[in-house]
């Protein structure tokens, strides 16, 4: 059977993925593409209509179009019923079935991914993001016993998620490899004090530790990412693929000798990628993680890090999250960073000179831009005294109110 696809076109809009996320919601598959693609792309897809977003006097590719929307995607935006001019474009004027589900996904994949691999073994760099735990869990139900997991754990996680990410995964049927190589990692990054070289040493650093281990495994044909569709979208498009030859993305080594890669999410948006991940039954806090840097603390201590730092850092940070937790509607990103300022404070009769801790909550879209989240000041207050009570080494908290721009979502 064919597949119903609508195209949104993309004439410069910003709203292309709210646009081909509502239409998925209403259960038919939508596919973004330039607004230059060529025509015959076009008619290969044989869409049941298309959706021209963002510039209205933009030239439309040279097609016999089937069916198109006229309004501009703002105006949609705009009308209090967007979602009804999307309803009745889709079933009343393209003739959509609807049988777009996301249930059907994960069978769909399943067999794909077992056709593709058949009996060969499939290597998983595993950070603990939403997208490669959803992409490991989905691997695991397709081929049990022929993947091999490795999470490396580099000691710059917040408090007790190296073990939270274990317990998620030890469980399933695969090989699941955790490299405690926190020594390794802050033998490396001692003394280092500037954020770019941070990020460098900690991405080589990676590498190298997964190379090591790769190796240890022999020759594996297969390299599985949680590439997801707005990673495709944002580097050129591509249509329809799930399965396409190795290139490097991801950080990874470029050396390692892969068949193929397998990218069974590349066609998923993020909030479809955490519904697969509810139905493959992966716990809550993996699948509503907030995005967390690939350095992770390294780039929340000013300054040199020391595992006394993290672990100062550690527990603010998870003081923060729970009380920011207990809140009906979340930031987009919310986080604690321990800053190179000294305060003075008092503590009991003591007087103490100790580090300042700053918390930061955001609000954004895309996090190109960013605003600073208006929190309920008693869950401020609250998680304020909380850590200055709960950490001994903590005597002042400060509230970042800075947008992005002028300031960025992390301080490094
Ligand atoms: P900035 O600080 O650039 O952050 O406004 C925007 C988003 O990117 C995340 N971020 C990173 N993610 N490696 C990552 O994987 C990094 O080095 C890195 N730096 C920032 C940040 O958490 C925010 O979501």
Known sequence: MKKEVVIVLDFGGKHKEL?????????VYAEIL?????????????????????????EMPAINCPKLLPAESDAI???????????????????AKGEYKLRDYIATQVKLIRQTVGTQKVLLALSGGVDSSVCTALLAKAIPEQLTCIFVDHGLMRLNEGDEIEAAFSNRNLNFIR??????????????????????????????????????????????????????VESGGQY????????????????????????????????????????????????????????????????????????VLRQADAIFREEIDKLRTRPSQYFAILTDSLSVGIKGDTRTYDPVIALRAVKTDDFMTCTATRIPYPTLERAVSRITAEIPAVSRVVYDVTSKPPGTVEWL
Do not use: W
Request: hydrophobic share 40%.
């Open 19 to 27: 646009i081909a996320r509502m239409v998925r919601g209403l259960s």
């Open 34 to 58: 330039p607004g230059n693609v060529a025509a015959e792309k076009i008619r290969e897809i044989a869409p049941i209509g298309i959706i021209a977003t963002g510039d209205p006097k933009a």
């Open 77 to 95: 935006l705009r009308e209090k019923d967007g979602r009804e001019i999307l309803n009745n474009f889709l079933f009343n004027i393209c003739k």
């Open 179 to 232: 490299v405690n190589a926190e020594e390794r990692f802050l033998a490396k990054l001692k003394g280092v004090v500037d954020p770019e070289k941070k990020r460098k040493i900690i991405g080589e650093e990676f590498i190298r530790v997964f190379e090591e281990e790769a190796k240890k495994l022999g020759q594996i044909p297969f390299l599985a990412q949680g590439t997801i569709y707005p990673d495709i």
């Open 240 to 311: 329809g693929t799930t399965i396409k030859s190795h290139h490097n993305v991801g950080g990874l080594p470029e050396n390692l000798d892969f068949k193929q890669l397998v990218e069974p999410l590349s066609m998923l948006f993020k909030n479809e990628v955490r519904d697969i991940g509810r139905r493959l039954r992966l716990p809550a806090a993996l699948v509503n993680r907030q995005p967390f840097p690939g350095p992770g603390l390294a780039v929340r201590v000013i300054g040199e890090i020391t595992k006394e730092k993290l672990d």
